[in-house]
């Protein structure tokens, strides 16, 4: 019978206790449990052991609080990428999303759980398998095996390496300050809620109180805070204005080291204005590093004194949950307030059929573009989209956010006109006019299908008028060209319409 020991290269074993070395053929078997041998073309089983053995090399010194990681081929032309860190949240999610946006495909993950001992200079003692174990000195480890397709472009491959360590060290400190994070909208809330009593001049006690209960809201599970920063207004500038400046030791998460800028997640800086409002929602134009590869959204509350006079801002960096994307509108904090609001301007009662039908197409928008579009402009959009009704047209609606990061687009067309044909078509024009990154989601309803497409553009540029007139027609084109097709008879249609300046 082969003895334990001698499965295993013997780098892999050196300096391990023997103990644990005459056990290894347990932990091997835990460490593959969850794999599918017949569908995993890129790790054949009987390779199993020089895989294993090179993940516990990685795995025999780990100093306390930090993170082993690297990229290897430990197979001939088998890239993979092996990690060992403490177990917590988002750690898959998170190294997940880095690869794909490093395009980087995945064809086989490895997860196990271990419970350790490591000696005070982070060399292991022992590995458990047998359940969950109590005692001084344990560990709860988690071991990552990321196989990569085997035509990784080496590039890609030479960079993933430092960008899985900076993942890894984020996601630490996220999970870190993320009790403290959310201590922090509580306290925030509650001195909004004393503020609101004395309605400051220059703000309304409603809208105080509706930004308290956002932060609630978000404290409850809606929002996955991955950073904050306090900012202070002092010292006024070459315009007369007070200047932003980061409050010492008030950083959390992704922006809790003092050398961390906002240019990290491309946020625009803060700025004095004596109309500032209460409350400002935008999102980051470079993919958060934590949970999904989306771009974060930032929630910014002025900082108000006991007066009411201005004195800096408080910043909340993360990304909505899956809870939070299909959560009712009316149970939305300041959105549900902006829905009512834009239902009785249009002279509706929210339970009437006309107020139902405008409901019913405010549900439909993405929770991120709500949360994005004042009330002037979510009333110019759904009005519209009220507008189209049965006229069957494919509508565009463009949208550049208050700093200029952002264009937003909307795309309206009928249900029976969307093919995937179609979606590709339309998405390949907005990447084309609008350059950037592009994602898009669909939403249903009895009529028609929302696309939306959101993509960076450059500071500060602005769409003309001319420009979103040419783009309707081209998208609305686009829509008729791939329907008609040999044997299908002649289809209505889109009749180009003057977009919405939102």
């Not at 197979?75 to 177990?87: C, M, S």
Request: hydrophobic share 40%.
């Amino acid at each position: 019978m082969t003895r334990s020991a001698d499965r295993f290269d013997h780098g892999a074993t050196m300096g391990l206790p023997a103990d644990l070395v005459s056990r290894l053929d347990g932990v091997r078997d835990v460490y593959f449990r969850n794999i599918d041998w017949a569908g995993s073309p890129g790790l054949p089983s009987a390779d199993a052991e020089r895989v294993f053995g090179t993940h516990l090399e990685l795995a025999s010194r780990r100093p306390a609080g930090d993170a082993v990681s690297r990229v290897l081929e430990p197979l001939p032309g088998q890239p993979a990428v092996q990690i060992v860190t403490d177990d917590m949240p988002l750690l898959v999610e998170s190294v997940m999303a880095l690869l794909a946006r490093l395009g980087i495909t995945v064809t086989e993950l490895i997860h196990p759980v271990f419970q350790v001992r490591r000696d005070p200079d982070g060399g292991l003692l022992d590995v458990l398998v047998n359940g969950t174990a109590a005692g001084a000195g344990l560990l709860t480890e988690s071991w990552m095996l990321v196989l990569l397709h085997p035509t990784t472009d080496p590039d890609a491959l030479a960079g993933a390496g430092d960008a899985v360590r900076d993942v890894l060290s984020d996601v630490r400190q996220v999970i870190a300050d993320a009790d403290a994070m959310r201590y922090g909208q509580l306290v925030l809330a509650e001195h909004l809620d004393a503020l609101a009593e004395r309605e400051p001049q220059g703000y309304r006690a409603v809208d105080i109180r509706d930004t308290a209960a956002l932060l609630r809201w978000m404290s409850e599970g809606h929002f996955m805070t991955l950073g904050y920063r306090r900012y202070e207004f002092r010292d006024p500038g070459e315009h007369g204005r007070p200047l932003a400046h980061i409050v010492p030791e008030s950083g959390l998460g992704v922006l809790g080291a003092a050398s961390v800028a906002d240019h990290r997640i491309d946020l625009p800086a803060p700025e004095f204005s004596v109309d500032r409002p209460i409350l400002l929602l935008a999102q980051g134009a470079a993919p958060a590093t934590v949970h999904r590869s989306v771009y974060p959204f930032f929630v910014s509350v002025t900082g108000l004194d006991g007066d009411g006079a201005i004195t800096g801002e408080h910043r909340f960096v993360g990304v909505f949950t899956v809870t939070a994307l299909h959560e009712n509108v009316l149970d939305i904090p300041v959105i549900e307030r902006r829905a009512r609001t834009v239902i009785e301007r249009a002279g509706f009662d929210i339970g009437s059929f006309s107020g139902q039908r405008m409901l019913e197409v405010i549900q439909s928008f993405p929770r991120t573009e709500l949360f994005s579009s004042d009330t002037e402009t979510l009333y110019e959009t759904i009005t519209s989209v009220l507008a189209i009704g049965m006229r069957r047209r494919v509508r565009l609606f463009l949208r550049d956010d208050q700093f200029g990061g952002f264009t937003s687009a909307l795309v309206y067309l009928p249900r029976d006109r969307y093919t995937t044909r179609v979606r590709l078509a339309m998405q390949s024009i907005l990447l084309r006019e609008l350059g950037g990154g592009c994602w898009s989601t669909a939403r249903g309803s009895p009529n028609r299908i929302l696309r939306w497409c959101t993509s960076p553009s450059t500071r500060g540029r602005t769409c003309p008028r001319r420009r979103r007139s040419s783009r309707q027609a081209t998208v609305s084109g686009s829509s008729r060209c791939w329907r008609r097709r040999p044997g299908r008879g002649r289809t209505t249609s889109s009749t180009p319409s003057r977009p919405s300046r939102r």
